[in-house]
């Protein structure tokens, strides 16, 4: 009988690599807070967990045959959406509010220690199985 | 790995805020520097950021910011009547340089709290980054 990581490690897995993808999304609104015309985005976690999850790969085209183009891009992820402004009108088309992306930064490093304490808590039982201790 | 991407899109920041402060100190340092001729004038200058776009290999092509260039400032260069300067023009006109010491004094703070808030950035994704190292150890 082998171990299935899959099965083993559950969800955390991916929840551990859309919080990486959400932190490098927030930190690209952070070094862009001065860059006039840049709109701050940010993604639904709930429905980017979801879709990971059933393993959908996210904004692909449905391929019906096989010599179909592979519809796949990684410039236009389905996931990331823009950030509705509280203030619309900064002057220089701007969305970007340091105080909410700095709340969010915060927000997602902390759910990724998460993840991560849930991973090597399942490491450790594994561990402890083969172990037989 | 995306968190070595945050790092990556932290020090773009880093370094276009570093010439930003830069740019506001020149223009601070030249505030005062006059001259005989409009021309010759010292002109405020300020840098143009742009965000970069599918410059990096991360999932959303997201690359940070550049500098595209450094503009200078179209405000007429001050003229002050001081006859008895030496530099004084034939019409008894100096000319101040088009720096704005209010205007760069709020850019420095601007550009100094975004200095510390992409530090906090790429400080935040390299202990999650040494803890993904040290995961099931």
């Not at chain 2, 205007?103 to 790429?122: G, L």
């Amino acid at each position: 009988m082998g171990i299935n990581f899959d099965k083993a490690l559950g969800i955390h897995e991916q929840a551990l690599t859309l919080q990486s993808r959400r932190t490098a999304l927030l930190a690209n609104n952070l070094a862009n807070a001065d860059t006039p015309g840049y709109k701050a985005q940010d993604i639904d976690f709930r429905q980017a967990l979801q879709q990971a999850s059933k393993g959908q790969s996210n904004f692909a085209l449905t391929r019906t045959d096989a010599r179909h183009l592979n519809g796949q891009s990684r410039y236009l992820s389905s996931e990331a959406q823009y950030r509705v402004p509280l203030q619309p009108d900064t002057g220089d088309g701007n969305t970007v509010d340091p105080a909410i992306e700095q709340a969010a930064f915060a927000q997602a490093a902390v759910q990724y220690q998460t993840s991560l304490q849930f991973l090597g808590g399942k490491f450790r039982s594994l561990m402890t199985a083969i172990r037989g201790e | 790995m995306d968190l070595s991407n945050v790092m990556d899109i932290a020090g773009t920041a880093l370094s276009a805020q570093s010439i930003r402060l830069n740019t506001t100190a020149s223009n601070m340092a030249n505030a005062d520097s006059i001259s005989s001729s409009i021309d010759q004038t010292y002109k405020a200058r300020h840098p143009v950021f742009s965000a970069i776009q599918q410059a990096m290999n991360n999932e959303y092509g997201l690359g940070g910011v550049r500098v595209e260039g450094i503009v200078e400032s179209q405000a007429p260069a001050r003229p002050r009547y001081q006859p008895d300067h030496p530099m004084a023009d034939e019409q008894g006109y100096v000319y101040q340089p088009n720096v704005n010491v209010v205007e760069e004094m709020a850019n420095m703070i601007s550009a100094s709290r975004s200095y510390q808030t992409n530090v906090q950035v790429a400080n935040t994704a390299k202990q999650l980054l040494v803890r993904t190292l040290q995961l099931g150890q």
